[in-house]
Each structure stands twice: as structure tokens, then as C-alpha cells.
């Protein structure tokens, strides 16, 4: 069982388009981190989000930590295929003594010209 | 350049053969760890070290032991390989993880056990 549900898996839409990815649990992360991964590259961190509630944006790209910091969600506006790649969710839970850190499935996005 | 170096980036080998991957870091990063990642599963972590001769578990250590006699280097090393062992491999570093910081990946070693 996934500790960390990202939805959806794949997603493959037009250039200009708006999307969402989900990133959903049933624990309450301290932290949450959004990586991007391209073909035979290591993901790439592109925002941590901590506090409950919050919102970050980056360029075409918005983050938003759940209230209850058991979710997110990206938003990307007006996609563009420069955006095509794997988006990872990864939250980050107190264990032992040191943060945990789970990733999701990872969403594969392709966007189309 | 800050970043993670993993050798080899590919490798084909049988079964039984012992191999070990090599990761570097030149960060100076305490925290360093190895995730495979497989198709609808997802990274999964197979070890981690939070600083030289510190070294645990993750969720699926199973057939991998890993060393960390130097804080810049965390060779994984399969001692029998099997091909359910057959994954791309990602080695990881960061600081100490309680200050949320993010981690930082090599670019991957793509291993197929014959």
C-alpha cells in the first residue's frame, strides 16, 4: 500500500493546456517536496512546502500544501512541452529521530505541441 | 560543481555475479542513501546513512548491503544479484533531513541481472 497516492499516473494533454496533479495521504507530513524527473536524470527538487495551508508558485507552476498537511497538489498553467517529465510527490514524516522521506508513483506527464 | 556521481550508468551481468555500485558525493552532505526505482512502484529506499559508519534499513533492503567509511562515498553492493534485482538505481545526499532540506540524486544506474 502506497503511503503516498499521486494521481493521476499519466497524463497527456495539449500544449496550453491547465492541469492538476494530487498528492494524497492519510498522514500528516512535516514537509512535502514536489522533484521533477527527465529520461536518465535523477529527480530534480522543484519546491518544498511546509506549512499547512501554503502556497508557492514557480513561473507556470503552483504548489499548494493542504491544510491539514496530509496533501498537495501542482498546478501547472499553460503547459508547455518543456514541462514533459515524471513529477514526484515525496512527504516527510518524523521517524526515529529523523525525517522520512516516501515519494509517490510519480505522475508522467507529456505534453503535446 | 555540486553534485552526485554513480558508477557504472548501465550494467548487464548474471546472476550470482557480486557487483557494487559506487556513489560520490562532493557536497560534504551527512545524510546519503539508495532508492531503486521500478515501473507502478515507484522510488523505494534500500538503505540510508545519516553519517560515516552510521548506516540502516529502508523498505526494502533485502539483498543489498551498502558501506559508509567515508562521509563523500556509499558504494551499494549486491553481494548474490538476482534478476528481481534488475532496476534503475538512484543514490541520494542531503544534509541532515530535519531541516527539510532536499535531497540531491545522481543520474541513475540502470541495472539488468541476466
Known amino acids: 500500500t502506497q503511503l503516498l497516492e499521486q494521481s493521476p499516473q499519466f497524463l497527456s494533454i495539449q500544449e496550453g493546456e491547465n492541469l492538476t496533479v494530487y498528492c494524497n495521504s492519510s498522514s500528516v507530513f512535516s514537509s512535502l517536496q514536489w522533484y521533477r524527473q527527465e529520461p536518465g536524470e535523477g529527480p530534480v527538487l522543484l519546491v518544498t512546502?511546509?506549512?499547512?495551508?501554503e502556497v508557492k508558485k514557480l513561473k507556470r507552476l503552483t504548489f499548494q500544501f493542504g491544510d491539514a498537511r496530509k496533501d498537495s497538489s501542482l498546478h501547472i498553467t499553460a503547459a508547455q512541452p518543456g514541462d514533459t517529465g515524471l513529477y514526484l510527490c515525496?512527504?516527510?514524516?518524523?521517524?526515529?529521530?529523523?525525517?522520512?522521506?516516501?515519494f509517490g508513483i510519480g505522475t508522467k506527464l507529456q505534453v503535446i505541441p | 560543481e555540486a553534485q552526485v556521481t554513480q558508477n557504472p550508468r548501465y550494467l548487464i551481468t548474471v546472476t550470482g555475479k557480486k557487483l557494487t555500485v559506487t556513489c560520490s558525493q562532493n557536497m560534504n552532505h551527512e545524510y546519503m542513501s539508495w532508492y531503486r526505482q521500478d515501473p507502478g512502484l515507484g522510488l523505494r529506499q534500500i538503505y540510508y546513512s545519516m553519517n560515516v559508519e552510521v548506516t540502516d534499513k529502508g523498505d526494502v533492503p533485502e539483498g543489498y548491503k551498502v558501506s559508509r567509511k567515508e562521509k563523500r562515498n556509499f558504494p551499494l553492493i549486491l553481494e548474490s544479484p538476482s534478476p528481481n534485482q534488475t532496476s534503475l538505481y538512484f543514490c541520494?545526499?542531503?544534509?541532515?533531513?530535519?531541516?527539510?532540506?532536499?535531497?540531491?540524486f545522481g543520474d541513475g544506474t540502470r541495472l539488468s541481472i541476466l
Open positions: 515525496a512527504g516527510a514524516l518524523l521517524s526515529g529521530g529523523y525525517q522520512k522521506v516516501t
Open positions: 541520494a545526499s542531503s544534509t541532515i533531513l530535519d531541516s527539510n532540506q532536499p535531497q540531491h
Open positions: 512546502v511546509v506549512t499547512g495551508g
